[in-house]
């Protein structure tokens, strides 16, 4: 399989939720995202009841591949931070890492200045979390050990009862 | 590539529908949409065009149930299966952890076929991917119409590996949950090797 499955642990999502919870406060900002580049949600912060979380995630990450396509038909590697301004709300959507996808929804109570600074911020604490995970992930890997999991175990059984 | 979360107890695995321009990806998708429950599912979002073609990708959210006290949840996409869509079809399989490729069974779509089966080795494997190694189902449809190419003849044009093939009527379901069940039995699988 190409590249690594992301397995997040409790100990890293509870710092990206409190990172994130951190940069809801200080942006001013109606909702906070984290998505894979893939397009699943990582974790989130603020009003999200409103909101389709999953396909939010889902058209963002192909917002940003569409993106990252264009950029390199251009020579660019790629455009980290993308804008959408509406009329009452506006996205900021930014790369970390070049892993995961920060979204930040905002409504005039804040600027884009305010969320550009403080998503620099917020950019710099997830992207040390997130090397955290990938040099875990790869010391579990090459020790061949994995903590309680949950496949080692699937029987078919299991997966027909899916399709029940 | 799937995302495991301890935290959530979650699992979200990506599945691709890849073939043709109208061989029924989006059809495919649509089916299950409407078979489903609605606590399962989320909204099926298409990127299409005026005239219902698909432009970006279509996305359907499946939450299956649990497995081991994990909720189990598969992405489902399709590509645009027009020629002129590659720089899209390319953008889609990324992070793919699973492929059903629709074939349509119409002896005048063949080639069609034949070429979006290469198009789709080529991406993968510009992703770094190889299909063999994927966990992968190939779909005969439309085979109520009245001229379908025969099926070992598809089988040894499309189906050289021999993977799990299944003959589908999308829009009235035939064959359709089979395939999904198929591949997501491999990805499950997979998931068993790796960890």
Known sequence: ?164 | MSFINYSSREINCKIVYYGPGLCGKTTNLQYIYKKTNPEQKGKLISLATETERTLFFDFLPLALGDIRGFKVRFHLYTVPGQVFYAASRKLILKGVDGVVFVADSQIERMEANIESFEDLKINLAEQGYALEKLPFAIQYNKRDLPNVAPLDEMNKILNGSSVQWFEAVAPAGVGVFETLKSVAKQVLLELKKHY
Not at chain 1, 69 to 95: C, M, P, Q, V, W
Not at chain 1, 113 to 138: H, M, P
């Open chain 1, 1 to 164: 399989m190409a590249g690594s499955d992301l397995v997040m642990y409790e100990n890293e999502f509870v710092k990206i939720d409190e990172e994130l919870q951190k940069l809801h406060q200080q942006a001013n900002a109606n909702v906070v995202f984290l998505v894979d580049k893939n397009g699943q949600l990582i974790a989130s912060a603020g009003e999200t009841h409103n909101i389709d979380t999953t396909s939010l995630a889902s058209l963002t990450a192909g917002n940003i591949a569409a993106t990252g396509g264009i950029a390199r038909l251009l020579g660019e590697k790629e455009f980290t931070i993308l804008f959408h301004e509406g009329e009452k709300d506006n996205i900021h959507i930014s790369l970390i890492g070049q892993r995961v996808i920060l979204v930040v929804i905002f409504d005039q109570r804040s600027s884009l200045g305010l969320v550009r600074l403080r998503v620099k911020k917020a950019s710099e604490v997830l992207t040390k979390i997130f090397d955290e995970i990938t040099s875990k992930s790869e010391k579990d890997k090459s020790e061949g050990k994995s903590v309680e999991s949950p496949f080692a175990e699937i029987s078919d059984e299991d997966i027909d009862n899916l399709f029940r």
